[in-house]
């Protein structure tokens, strides 16, 4: 069984910062690409950030990128997303993610993972 639990979600202005944190436990994993993702109300699921096992090579979707930052750190089982100047369209739900099968690089979709936390709330206000 594998846990994940996000955290540092809330509500900020626009302009502002968060940062979000993603604690992976439970059953443990040699090597796996993590992910970040974001549902607002009425939409799809959609790819946020990613970083892979193996030199923590990075991947932003267009609209986050210059903004957003993914680190992780192995030791502890995490990953991180460090968001600046945060736009309202940036309210969602923001969901960690795991993928074991791959190592050197990291998945934008969301099938391609197969674990994933409950969320947290991110509101960005005007």
């Known amino acids: 069984q594998v846990q994940l639990v996000e955290s540092g979600g809330g509500l900020v202005q626009a302009g502002g910062s968060l940062r979000l944190s993603c604690a992976v436990s439970?059953?443990?994993?040699?090597?796996?690409?993590m992910g970040w993702f974001r549902q607002a109300p009425g939409t799809e699921r959609e790819f946020v950030a990613a970083?892979?096992?193996?030199?923590?090579?990075?991947y932003y979707a267009d609209s986050v990128k210059g903004r957003f930052t993914i680190s992780r750190d192995n030791a502890k089982n995490a990953v991180y997303l460090q968001m600046n100047s945060l736009i309202l369209d940036d309210t969602a739900v923001y969901y960690c993610a795991v993928d074991p099968s791959r190592t050197r690089v990291a998945g934008t979709r969301p099938m391609e993972y197969s674990y994933w936390g409950q969320g947290t709330q991110v509101t960005v206000s005007s």
């Open positions: 439970g059953r443990t994993f040699n090597s796996y690409a």
């Open positions: 970083i892979a096992w193996r030199y923590s090579r990075t």
